[in-house]
């Protein structure tokens, strides 16, 4: 059996190396960062996922997956190599694919055993991927093979795909990555690169625009006194619509959605086409970690000397990655404002604080505060007894960006909740249960 070949161990890359190791396929990683290397080889992954390092260390004691740090020989007698480089955003919003580039140019000096497929994983403009396909078409077949994985369930979503996208000059040069994945059993759509590039950074944005969207419903259910997890569920009921990402909160962070939807505005402007609905969505997510500092602005009077516990730093939770988190702007910005924080998050043990800001690896003692402000959905959080932490928060009030804690419970323990788009004072029990009629 010839080898897979993944260039590039991060999130992307270490999913699709895992993912295909559970296949049955023998996977060769390689990266730049020698360090990284060292580590994988050692069973240390290169960030958090749950069950990530029992299935690394199971498939590196049986041989399965391999680490180099010599791209020769990590790729030679690859059938598949995948790509999976980062492509950062710039300052304007384009994408920065001077690492992709670097890759294939490297791929292009390889001596291959057989000629193999180069599948580009890494998201990128539409036209990237035929913008480099001289790089490489003398020694290889190029195909665009979008992924569409969340961090903190990356391996879970590479083995349960809702679609596997190809993107070809012609359905035989995208085979040889299909055949890797037929035991998924899931649909095949053969396009071309440029339409399977599309087809990545338009999902991203449309999940964008649903968080979006559902902050702003929260807000207009503030100026009515609606409640908004109603509301949004009472939609996502439909089937037209769905009820994932219909959940407001601080809005969305990380290192693709604002990422995807600003390259394909940037990628519009280039164009001189007036597309809207992405620079929309992108003001409303501007404007909601905004919103979540007014509401506690409110409630403070002043947020000048007054210290704030935060509970979350992730960018979401089951990750430790606090690339582009809201949570860190909100952190800044209370800062600039006057305030002090005490910040904990379960994963997260090292990130770059203002001055006035601190790290504990203590929920409570970050809840020893004028006020807390909830950033991250951790499921822990709402476990928390708000009888135990309560009593700390000397303003008795709890701010709670991503409407993971209950109302009524914190309300109970004598302290005054905010929500995302809830009413801030105690309500009726809602249903929770949809029974037939």
């Given at each position: 059996m010839?080898?897979?070949?993944?260039v590039?161990?991060?999130?992307?890359?270490?999913?699709?190396?895992?993912?295909?190791?559970?296949?049955?396929?023998?996977v060769?990683?390689?990266?730049i960062?020698?360090?990284r290397?060292?580590?994988?080889r050692?069973?240390?992954?290169?960030?958090?996922?749950?069950?990530?390092?029992?299935?690394l260390?199971?498939h590196?004691e049986?041989?399965?997956v391999?680490?180099?740090?010599?791209l020769?020989?990590?790729?030679?007698d690859?059938?598949?190599?995948v790509?999976?480089?980062?492509?950062?955003?710039?300052?304007d919003g384009?994408?920065?694919?001077?690492?992709?580039?670097?890759?294939?140019e490297?791929l292009?000096e390889?001596e291959?055993?057989?000629?193999?497929?180069?599948?580009i994983?890494?998201?990128v403009?539409?036209?990237?991927?035929d913008?480099?396909?001289a790089?490489?078409e003398q020694?290889?077949?190029?195909?665009?093979?979008?992924?569409?994985?969340?961090?903190?369930s990356?391996?879970?979503?590479?083995?349960h795909?809702d679609?596997?996208?190809v993107?070809?000059?012609?359905p035989?040069?995208?085979?040889?990555?299909?055949?890797?994945?037929?035991?998924?059993?899931?649909?095949?759509?053969?396009?071309?690169?440029?339409?399977a590039?599309?087809?990545?950074?338009?999902s991203?944005?449309?999940l964008?625009?649903?968080?979006?969207?559902?902050?702003?419903?929260?807000?207009?259910c503030d100026?009515?006194?609606?409640e908004?997890d109603d509301?949004?569920?009472?939609?996502?009921?439909d089937r037209?619509?769905?009820?994932e990402?219909?959940?407001?909160?601080?809005g969305?962070?990380?290192?693709?959605?604002e990422k995807?939807v600003?390259?394909?505005?940037y990628?519009?402007s280039?164009?001189?086409?007036?597309?809207?609905?992405f620079?929309?969505?992108?003001r409303v997510?501007?404007?909601?970690p905004?919103?979540?500092?007014?509401?506690?602005e409110?409630?403070?009077?002043?947020?000048?000397?007054a210290?704030?516990?935060?509970?979350?730093?992730?960018?979401?939770?089951?990750?430790?990655?606090?690339?582009?988190?809201?949570?860190?702007?909100?952190v800044?910005?209370?800062?600039?404002?006057?305030?002090?924080?005490v910040?904990?998050?379960?994963?997260?043990?090292v990130?770059?604080?203002?001055?006035?800001?601190r790290?504990t690896t203590?929920?409570l003692?970050?809840?020893n505060?004028d006020a807390?402000l909830?950033?991250?959905?951790w499921?822990?959080?709402?476990?928390?007894?708000?009888?135990?932490?309560?009593?700390?928060?000397?303003r008795?009030?709890?701010v709670?960006?991503?409407?993971?804690?209950?109302?009524?419970?914190?309300?109970?323990?004598?302290?005054r909740?905010?929500?995302?788009?809830?009413e801030?004072?105690p309500?009726?029990?809602?249903?929770?249960?949809?029974?037939?009629?």
């Open positions: 010839r080898p897979v070949c993944i590039g161990t991060g999130y992307v890359g270490m999913a699709c190396m895992l993912g295909l190791a559970e296949l049955g396929w023998v060769h990683g390689y990266d960062v020698r360090d290397i060292d580590r994988l050692r069973g240390i992954p290169p960030y958090r996922e749950p069950g990530l390092d029992e299935i260390r199971k590196a049986t041989g399965r391999r680490f180099f740090d010599d020769e020989d990590a790729a030679r690859a059938m598949v190599i790509v999976a480089v980062g492509t950062p955003a710039r300052d384009s994408a920065d694919i001077a690492g992709l580039r670097a890759a294939l490297a292009s390889v291959f055993a057989v000629r193999p497929t180069v599948a994983r890494s998201t403009p539409p036209g990237t991927t913008q480099f396909a790089l490489v020694r290889c077949d190029l195909v665009y093979a979008p992924e569409f994985l969340r961090e903190g990356a391996v879970h979503d590479f083995l795909p679609r596997i996208v993107g070809c000059t012609a035989d040069a995208g085979l040889a990555y299909a055949r890797l994945l037929q035991g998924l059993e899931r649909p095949l759509i053969f396009t071309s690169r440029r339409n590039e599309l087809i990545k950074s338009c991203n944005a449309f964008a625009l649903k968080i979006s969207f559902a902050n702003e419903i929260a807000a207009l100026s009515l006194g609606g908004s509301v949004l569920r009472g939609i996502g009921y037209r619509i769905g009820g990402f219909l959940r407001p909160g601080i969305f962070g990380g290192p693709c959605f995807d600003r390259s394909i505005e990628v519009a280039q164009r001189q086409l007036d597309l809207q609905l620079s929309a969505t992108l997510n501007d404007a909601q905004r919103r979540v500092l007014q509401s506690l409110r409630e403070m009077g002043t947020l000048a000397a210290t704030i516990g935060v509970w979350g730093l992730a960018f979401k939770a089951g990750t430790d990655d606090v690339r582009d988190s809201l949570a860190l702007r909100i800044d910005s209370l800062a600039r404002r006057g305030a002090r924080t910040v904990y998050d379960p994963y997260v043990h990130a770059r604080l203002p001055a006035a800001s790290l203590s929920a003692e970050a809840a505060a807390l909830v950033l991250t959905e499921p822990q959080f709402a476990a928390y007894d708000p009888t135990e932490y309560g009593p700390s928060i000397r008795r009030i709890v709670d960006g991503r409407n993971i804690l209950d109302p009524e419970r914190v309300t109970a323990a004598g302290l909740y905010v929500g995302v788009g809830r801030s004072s309500c009726p029990k809602r249903l929770t249960a949809v029974s037939a009629i």
